[in-house]
């Protein structure tokens, strides 16, 4: 499969929200996945974020960034039809090394415990479970989740 991966710019976005909506599994939501709150993001994090691209078609996508000690990955999808060629490997390859080109030695992320093949690809790329901890989060706004 012959493809390449590129940084990220908000001129992807309407490719990558579709992408995004294919995967099943994706947690989505009205505020911080929109337009606006990815160019907040993109803006933030200019060098850490990549698509993978063939034959133009963004197949996919890794959201990226850092509070300056730990990196946080996000939004990690590949289209369904492109799954198993190495791809989201390549993707978080890209990341993780943007990362560390950064100074961050430590990175998190957080899947839904139900997307089954999203658990099994990140235990792939060896992040570890942690059953230590409990995650919390507070919203701001009223925040409508899209589970896709």
Request: include cysteine.
């Amino acid at each position: 499969m012959n493809y390449t991966i590129r940084l990220m710019t908000i001129q992807d976005y309407e490719n990558v929200y579709s992408l995004w909506q294919s995967c099943t599994g994706m947690g989505l939501n009205d505020v911080d996945d929109t337009l606006e709150g990815i160019t907040k993001f993109l803006n933030r994090n200019p060098d850490t974020c990549f698509v993978a691209e063939m034959n133009g078609q963004i197949i996919g996508v890794i959201l990226t960034g850092n509070d300056g000690r730990r990196g946080y990955i996000y939004h990690t999808a590949v289209h369904p039809s492109c799954q198993g060629n190495g791809i989201g490997k390549a993707l978080v390859t890209a990341a993780e090394t943007a990362l560390k080109n950064l100074g961050i030695n430590k990175t998190a992320l957080v899947v839904f415990n139900r997307n089954i093949k999203g658990n099994a690809f990140w235990e792939k790329m060896g992040y570890t479970l942690r059953e230590d901890i409990s995650y919390r989060n507070k919203a701001y706004v009223n925040i409508t989740r899209m589970d896709t």
